[in-house]
């Protein structure tokens, strides 16, 4: 990833709504979510969420793919994960058996099972 898109990506991130539609978007991997789902959880207009999703999408932070009447929007994982290396490269200055607790990309969510408790 190149300083210019980290950049994009960053100042994609830094507002609000964006912030809580991309964190969303997240939780809702692989799936993705309608545009009128997202601004209904986030609480703001559609049409204001459009433009935000927009940006999110030049950012390449997100996708969108229509779906009958609706378009679907997911996180782009791939971005998430380059720009997170982008950040950590060369973060051990060349000893890599420094850097082993950036791998795997830390996930705050519990795994899923099929068992009831």
């Known amino acids: 990833m190149e300083s210019k898109d980290a950049l994009e990506a960053f100042a994609a991130l830094s507002q609000s709504t964006r912030l809580d539609a991309f964190r969303l978007l997240i939780r809702h991997e692989p799936d993705g979510l309608s545009a009128g789902e997202i601004a209904a959880r986030v609480g703001v207009p559609q049409n204001t969420l459009s433009t935000h999703l927009a940006i999110l999408t030049r950012a390449r932070l997100t996708s969108s793919e229509r779906r009958s009447r ?3 929007y997911r996180a782009n994982i791939a971005t998430v994960r ?4 982008f950040l950590a490269d060369d ?8 850097c082993l607790v950036l791998e795997p990309l830390p996930c705050g969510c519990e795994p899923k099972t099929n068992n009831p408790a």
């Open 70 to 72: 609706s378009i679907i």
């Open 82 to 85: 380059e720009l997170v290396g």
């Open 91 to 98: 973060c051990c200055a060349g000893h890599p058996e420094q």
